[in-house]
């Protein structure tokens, strides 16, 4: 699990990398993670989430958003299409494996 983030002034980009390897553990419940500030008032935060796949042949890929509330200092991530996203768990959208990526970044003004 890696973490990454620039801020400039209030606006605070970032980066979050996971790739487990073949002894993670993958927990339960829908998947969060910590921000390094918190999000100002009156404005949510979207970024974007990608999800690979590396059980196949050739990689399969999903894409998602990330959500923070305003005056938020998690984000939580979601994968799949308009009428199917849902949170990103230990068993959606994949079971995951050494070998898979989340991928996650955005931007967003901090308090």
Same mark, same amino acid.
């Given at each position: ?7 400039? #002034? ?30 100002a008032s009156n404005i949510d935060m979207i970024g974007n989430v990608m999800v690979g796949d590396a059980s196949g042949v050739v990689s399969d890929y999903s ?8 005056? #938020? ?29 989340? #991928? ?8």
């Open positions: 699990l890696v973490g990454r983030y620039s801020k400039v #002034g209030k606006m605070v980009d970032f980066a979050v990398q996971l790739s487990p390897g073949s002894t993670t553990t993958f927990g339960s419940g829908q998947w969060s993670f910590s921000l390094p500030f918190t999000v894409n998602g958003v990330t959500y923070v509330p305003d005056g #938020g200092t998690t984000l939580q991530v979601y994968a799949g299409g308009k009428a199917d996203m849902a949170a990103i768990t230990a068993a959606f959208p994949q079971t995951w494996a050494d070998g898979d990526r989340l #991928g996650v970044t955005g931007r967003y003004e901090a308090v």
